[in-house]
């Protein structure tokens, strides 16, 4: 009896080994055919993402980790560099013609798809009407002002614009993902073409095969001209993914992978400061933190309240505190990376909590009860709680402000709970992050037009002035005369005080220096060091 | 047995009806729609409102319910919203990881924490058993993920015995594949198993102290039966009736842990597809990863009930 017992036992444990290895085996190979190929060898350059790409439709995909992918694979028309300027990728330059309202671009004659055919103006010109017939991402709003395109000759592209827009060209350029006609052509509706197998693309890398969950194989594309010697010197490019931040540390520690693609925490940083092997890169921000007035809120609908407000706000504590002394102030609402746009002539208001208290009984508030607050005067303040650094700052502002005798409630909450008061204007002040901005007329015009386009007017302003002060400005083709008047609308949002700027912070890059070298950093955390022209310069340490 | 049989599984698919309703409503009582957390700006109204046009959310929600019932009876759990893919396709992709993980961690759980409950019965108020009484009341304090970091930086930063996340070394081959497979397996199984193991053999344990106290043990050792037969084949065979409920409950548990244990190992199963699609609010995939782990649960525990009368032939009556 005994021995058919363990008979059976044993029965039982080999059929579930069995079964578990079978079943799982099922995991073990790549989609896509992958030829396989050393992973650790020394030009293949191995990178820490958070999570799977979701859409492989670049047209589509509206995930930060998505682009770092596809943006190696498919090519913009420019890029930013690491002075937060455009700079040239596939167009070589572009222009205004028409008083304005035609943007054309000329192209490079010497990137090519990874199947061997030229990347032309027809590639270009059916990428941006499909973005507009199926209201494809982001970019459609930025394609607002098409009427017509035009391709006449292979590297020439003309937008017909119903109105000059100074920073279109800038604007469609950096966002845009270019795509072969040749093969998207044949897909039909490409708001349901997933994109998933068979890639073809201009970058310096394009995808060959993944294993859902675990990487994503890029190899190298023979052609492509920004790379020197004209294609990359990293023979393949590999995402891995690491969803929790503090594995994907230790894995770079660990040498499994070689750079991670997500910014260091400001509060990990110092964990790779004993490692020789491991340098930290630092880019700064293309977005800024901020806390915006609900100007439907009685009080802060007066300019006062709101100035008293911005006096109450040590922005300097913060920036020692939240980011440990590594980022930097602000004025207006045109962040310092924009040197050209940001007004110098203004000084971000000073923290006076005497000044505010000052402010505030000239405005006609009253503390009749004598409980160090004035009466009435009791606002709420927003925000995300997920994001540690923001939930920080609003402690900080309750404690400063009530030293102004303004009465601050936390209202912090679950991220979607936010995002949906935050679109529905139920906040008094909303305290949270820009995330990209790639020029100041995109950012001035989502954030202050009473018409709300891009939905992100959290100040629910509707002000004739504002309308009148950003649509002169976005109309105007001379560069210096366009400049001069989104300095001086920096100046009217700053007196106005319809914003208070908290801080734009740094990223830091982790990479592994004994391996990989020539990394050039663009600002903000979108792509950071993983642009396509990045990754094309980055060489093997021998 | 045919009536009993039927009875459990007739309340398992209502069980079942009742998980992917409730799943079905409370996602979209949530705050925000799939486009809320969309990156932010650059989105019109007209173009979120083409978005949930595109995902089917504009339509009344009873409509959206039936319209999803119908399709689930054919099978179809519906199309991903970021990933434009079958929900049932993605799925599958992940299936076998968890299968594999919280499988082989349930197999060891209870393979480690029958001896020990047994022996701590058996050893009653000795140093083994205040041991196990001492690891056990600990390892319901244990939270997956501290447990987790913690192994990936002993084992796998410092001693560097094992690898940094992953399941497998996609370059390998052959056996070595299954190697690689056992390696990346290590860790997050013994995460799981050492915060499953100690409530698991204390149940055991205090079953097993019930049992070697019954009038039908003293009458076996009467008989001349050794200890080990008394134990191990009498004792045992009564005192694991409860301990199954456990198991059956368990491995809910298991897959829930799988959640937090696959994020932190970076183990491509389907709890990190739960933790990203959430994220995501990508509603078709969290259904249907939720219909999955409901029916999951819901079977281990019919076919638990089953095993049970099957051991227990009183609770047929």
């Known amino acids: 009896m005994n021995k058919t017992v363990k008979g059976r036992w044993r029965l039982a444990v080999a059929l579930g080994v069995a079964a578990t290895l079978g079943v799982s085996g099922c995991g073990l190979n790549e989609d896509n055919g992958s030829s396989g190929g050393s992973s650790a060898g020394a030009s293949v350059l191995r990178i820490g993402t958070t999570t799977d790409v979701s859409n492989f439709n670049p047209l589509q995909s509206l995930s930060k980790t998505d682009s770092w992918v596809l943006n190696a694979m498919y090519p913009h028309l420019l890029r930013i560099d690491e002075n937060n300027k455009k700079a040239p990728e596939l167009a070589k330059e572009y222009r205004y013609e028409d008083d304005g309202r035609t943007a054309v671009f000329v192209l490079r004659d010497d990137f090519k798809w990874s199947d061997g055919k030229p990347v032309v103006a027809e590639d270009v010109k059916f990428s941006a009407e499909m973005i507009m017939k199926y209201k494809l991402g982001n970019v459609a709003a930025k394609l607002t002002w098409v009427d017509s395109i035009e391709a006449p000759d292979a590297t020439t592209v003309k937008f017909k614009l119903s109105q000059p827009y100074a920073p279109f060209a800038e604007g469609v350029g950096f966002w845009m993902s270019i795509v072969p006609k040749h093969v998207f052509e044949s897909a039909g509706d490409l708001s349901k073409f997933p994109n998933d197998s068979n890639w073809v693309g201009a970058g310096p890398f394009v995808l060959d095969s993944m294993t859902k969950g675990q990487r994503y194989v890029m190899k190298r594309n023979e052609h492509y001209p920004l790379a020197p010697g004209g294609k990359a010197a990293v023979s393949q490019v590999e995402y891995r993914v690491y969803p929790d931040v503090n594995t994907m540390m230790l894995a770079l520690r660990n040498g499994d992978i070689d750079m991670m693609g997500t910014p260091v925490p400001v509060s990990a940083a110092k964990t790779f400061e004993n490692d020789s092997k491991i340098k930290l890169e630092k880019v700064g921000a293309l977005g800024f933190a901020h806390l915006t007035y609900n100007m439907n809120n009685k009080h802060l609908a007066k300019q006062e309240v709101r100035q008293a407000l911005s006096m109450s706000v040590d922005t300097k504590a913060i920036i020692s505190s939240v980011l440990q002394g590594d980022g930097q102030q602000m004025a207006g609402p045109i962040s310092p990376i924009f040197a050209d746009y940001d007004n110098t002539e203004i000084q971000p208001y000073a923290y006076d909590p005497e000044g505010a208290k000052a402010k505030l009984d000239a405005a006609g508030y009253k503390d009749a009860d004598n409980d160090g607050f004035f009466d009435g005067l009791t606002i709420g303040v927003a925000c995300d709680q997920s994001n540690a650094n923001i939930t920080r700052v609003v402690q900080l502002f309750r404690e400063s402000a009530a030293k102004a005798g303004i009465k601050l409630e936390n209202e912090c909450v679950e991220r979607n709970t936010f995002l949906t008061r935050t679109k529905n204007g139920e906040y008094d002040i909303d305290a949270t992050q820009w995330g990209v901005f790639d020029n100041p007329m995109d950012q001035l015009r989502s954030t202050y037009l009473s018409s709300n386009p891009g939905g992100i007017n959290y100040n629910l302003l509707k002000s004739d002035e504002m309308d009148k002060l950003i649509d002169d400005a976005a109309g105007t083709t001379d560069p210096e005369a366009f400049k001069a008047k989104i300095r001086n609308i920096d100046k009217v949002v700053h007196e106005q005080a319809y914003l208070t700027p908290l801080y734009v912070e740094n990223f830091r890059f982790a990479y592994n220096a004994s391996r990989f070298t020539g990394f050039v950093a663009s600002p903000s955390d979108l792509l950071g060091m993983v642009t396509a022209y990045s990754l094309a310069q980055v060489t093997p340490v021998k | ?317």
């Open chain 2, 1 to 317: 047995m045919v009536r009993f049989v039927l009875s459990r599984a007739l309340k398992a698919v209502l069980t079942v009806w009742i998980a992917i309703t409730s799943t079905f409503f409370l996602l979209r009582l949530l705050p925000g729609d799939p486009t809320t957390l969309m990156v932010e700006g650059d989105m019109t109204p007209e173009m979120q409102a083409a978005l949930l046009k595109t995902y089917g959310l504009d339509r009344p929600l009873w409509e959206q319910y039936v319209s999803y019932l119908r399709e689930l009876l054919q099978g179809n759990l519906g199309i991903s919203f970021r990933q434009i893919q079958p929900v049932t396709d993605i799925i599958l992709d992940r299936l076998p990881w968890t299968l594999l993980l919280a499988g082989t961690a349930f197999v060891l759980t209870v393979a480690v924490g029958i001896p020990i409950g047994v022996t701590a019965a058996v050893h009653r108020g000795k140093l083994m058993d205040r041991l196990l009484q001492g690891f056990g009341i600990s390892a319901n304090a244990l939270f997956v993920p501290s447990v987790a970091i913690l192994l990936l930086v002993f084992f796998g930063a410092q001693l560097g015995w094992f690898p940094i996340g992953g399941a497998i070394d996609p370059d390998s081959r052959g056996a070595a594949a299954y190697l690689s497979l056992a390696h990346h397996l290590v860790l997050p199984v013994l995460s799981l198993v050492l915060v499953q193991l100690g409530p698991y053999a204390l149940t055991l344990r205090t079953n097993m102290i019930e049992v070697l106290g019954e009038d039908y043990i003293r009458a076996a050792q009467a008989r001349g039966l050794s200890a080990r037969r008394r134990v191990w084949k009498h004792g045992l065979r009564n005192a694991i009736l409860p301990a199954l409920t456990l198991m059956g409950l368990q491995l809910g548990t298991l897959v829930g842990g799988a959640v937090l244990t696959e994020t932190v190992f970076a183990y491509p199963g389907v709890g990190r597809l739960i933790y990203e699609a959430v994220g995501q609010q990508d509603y078709p995939v969290i259904q249907g990863a939720f219909i999955m782990l409901a029916v999951t649960v819901v079977v281990a525990n019919a076919l638990t009930d089953m095993l049970y009368a099957v051991l227990n032939p009183r609770i047929r009556l």
